[in-house]
């Protein structure tokens, strides 16, 4: 199938230096880049996207005067593919990433890469990459990351005139370490978003903000830091890399509403979930962290870290602990089940949200 797409050569004249599938050990992947034989790429000039298609090339060359290098206009997505016990290869919610990357398209002033095509050059990525989608049985995934930026000659503080759109992927196993093994987490004392900030989109400004104090966290052995509100920083937000919810002592799976969070895929796909398919009630409201003792378990959720319970969060001198430090609670794990089986093909999945490639 490969051969029907349009492939560019390397513009840099170097040979394909492309990982080989058969070098790669599937069983035992973390969340690391690799460059894969194929990516796709559309530049957008004179006011309109044309694609490129699929490349060989994974750098890109860009102009020094770019606004994505010095003022950060940039957005990107991240989203998986599955290997089916049949051996096919199913997509989760593409369409909501391509809608949530036109929400940070807008709030840069970047052009929207049109949601269907998004979807579509996904597909021509997974399947160009069809090899690297890891066997089923190994619990890894292929993962995508779109990204658009502004390029060309600009240095005022003002919108870039082209773009780049891009999507490559990579095999990856567990975002945090433990998988479903608890991990720890710690509150942070800085922001990564302001109230009416850019925290609701996927770009760079967020996550640049983030490495400092996720540097602090990790040097200290924890898996990430939750963020809390920057208004009066008694909230959780979210953790630098996934959402947070908790499960109530009256089995309500309760998740923040806050306008500088990043609207989770996952999140929203699990309220759905512990309402429809386990009985429980949801809410997104407001988390303070005095009051974790509500909370019977707690967790993270997103892409990357798809459920990743929560075994302890240290706040100053006070460190809770949730359902256990080492074993995943009876809930969490229900919901693991749940969406990862969707995902992989075992369970039915509501309308709309599994995409074949
Ligand atoms: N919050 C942040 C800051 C993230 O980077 C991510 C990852 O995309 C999420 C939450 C989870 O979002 P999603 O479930 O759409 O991957
Ligand atoms: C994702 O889950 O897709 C993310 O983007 C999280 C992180 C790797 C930034």
């Known amino acids: 199938q490969n051969e029907l797409f349009l492939i560019k050569t390397n513009n840099q004249g170097a040979s394909n230096m492309s990982i080989n599938a058969k070098d790669i ?7 690391n880049y690799m460059d894969l034989p194929y990516r796709f790429r559309a530049y957008y000039r004179d006011g309109q996207w044309q694609d490129e298609g699929l490349t060989d090339d994974p750098n890109i060359h860009i102009s020094e005067g770019s606004t994505i290098l010095h003022y950060g206009q940039g957005a990107f997505e991240g989203l998986k593919a599955y290997r089916t016990q049949s051996g096919e290869i199913n997509l ?15 709030r840069l002033l970047m052009p929207e890469y049109p949601v269907d095509k998004f979807v579509d050059a996904v597909k021509q990525t997974v399947a160009a990459n069809k090899d690297f989608v890891p066997p089923y049985g190994t619990g890894a995934t292929l993962y995508l990351r779109p990204y658009i930026v502004g390029v060309g000659g600009n240095i005022g503080v003002h919108p870039a005139q082209e773009y780049i759109f891009s999507i490559f992927a990579m095999p990856v196993g567990n975002y945090f370490k433990g998988g479903l093994t608890p991990t720890a987490f710690i509150t942070s004392e800085y922001d990564r978003a302001a109230h009416k900030g850019t925290g609701a989109n996927k770009v760079g400004g967020n996550y640049a903000a983030s490495l400092f104090p996720g540097d602090y966290a990790h040097q200290n052995g924890y898996s990430d830091c939750i963020y809390l509100d920057p208004i009066s920083h008694r909230k959780v937000e979210e953790v630098g890399s996934a959402n947070f919810f908790g499960i109530t002592k009256d089995n309500v799976f309760l998740t923040p509403k806050s306008p500088s969070i990043l609207p989770s895929v996952t ?10 398919k386990l009985g429980l009630g949801t ?3 407001d988390v303070f962290i005095d009051q974790f003792d509500e909370f019977t378990e707690a967790g993270a959720c997103g892409t990357a870290a798809v459920i990743s319970p929560i075994g302890s969060i240290t706040h100053g001198d006070d460190k ?18 749940t969406l990862t089986g969707i995902q992989f093909g075992e369970l039915d999945a509501p309308e709309g949200w599994i995409q074949k490639v």
């Open 320 to 337: 809770h602990v949730f359902y256990s430090e080492t074993e995943v609670g009876p809930v969490t794990r229900k919901l693991y089940d």
């Open 25 to 31: 050990d599937f069983n035992n992947l973390g969340f």
């Open 267 to 276: 999140k929203y796909s699990l309220l759905y979930l512990a309402k429809e």
């Open 283 to 285: 809410k997104e409201g």
């Open 92 to 106: 989760f919610r593409p369409d909501q990433n391509a809608i949530r990357m036109t929400h940070s398209c807008d």
